[in-house]
C-alpha cells in the first residue's frame, strides 16, 4: 500500500474508533436501574472502540518506520494493492454474511460462530496451507481454535456481560 493509503487508513480506524468510544461513553449507564458495571450497554462497544484506536497508533508506527527505512534496505514483500482491497471486500461480505444474514437465524451462536471463524480463516491462510503442502494441517488446527474460540466468546457474553445469545 502507498504511504498515502497508509496514513489514509491510520485516520479511518483512529476516526472511527473514538467516533465509537464517545458514543459509548456517552451511552446511559442504567445505573438507575440498579444495572451492574459490567453489563452497561456501552461497555463493550467503548472497549472496542478504545482498541481501533491503539491499533490505529500501531498502525500509525508502522507507517512512520516505513516512511523511514533506508533506500537501500531490503523491504518484506507486501501484497499488491488490489490484494489489499479484495481481502478487505472479502472480511466485509463475511462479517455482514455473518452479523446480518446468519447469525440467529436457526443454528446456535456457538456453532454460527465457529463455522465463521473456520471459513474465515481458511479463506485468508488456504494459499499459503498449499504452498506449503500443510491443507489437512492447517484445516485442523483452525478447526480447534474455531471451536475453540466460539466457546470461550459465548461464555464471555453470557457470563461476563449478561448477553443472551441466539
Do not use: N
Not at 484506536?53 to 500509525?60: K, P, R, S, T, Y
Not at 534496505?73 to 494493492?81: I, L, Q, R, S, V
Not at 471459513?119 to 500443510?134: C, D, I, M, N, Q
Request: net charge neutral; charged share 15%; aromatic share 12%.
Amino acid at each position: 500500500m502507498s504511504p498515502r493509503g497508509e496514513w489514509l487508513g491510520v485516520a479511518f480506524w483512529a476516526g472511527l474508533g473514538t467516533t465509537i468510544f464517545v458514543a459509548s461513553w456517552r451511552m446511559d449507564r442504567l445505573s438507575h436501574q440498579g444495572i451492574a458495571p459490567w453489563s452497561a450497554p456501552g461497555l463493550l462497544p467503548a472497549v472496542v472502540g478504545a482498541l481501533m484506536v491503539a491499533f490505529a497508533l500501531v498502525l500509525a508506527a508502522q507507517a512512520w518506520h516505513g516512511a523511514e527505512a533506508p533506500e537501500d534496505a531490503d523491504p518484506a514483500p507486501k501484497p499488491a494493492e488490489t490484494d489489499t482491497w479484495r481481502g478487505s471486500a472479502l472480511a466485509t461480505v463475511l462479517c455482514v454474511l455473518f452479523a446480518g444474514a446468519s447469525l440467529g437465524r436457526g443454528w446456535p451462536f456457538q456453532v454460527e460462530a465457529a463455522g465463521f471463524i473456520l471459513v474465515f480463516t481458511t479463506l485468508f491462510r488456504w494459499r499459503e496451507w498449499r504452498a506449503e503442502g500443510k491443507v489437512a494441517r492447517g484445516l485442523a488446527q483452525t478447526a480447534v481454535i474455531a471451536v475453540a474460540a466460539a466457546l470461550a466468546i459465548s461464555w464471555l457474553f453470557e457470563s461476563v456481560f449478561l448477553v443472551r445469545l441466539p
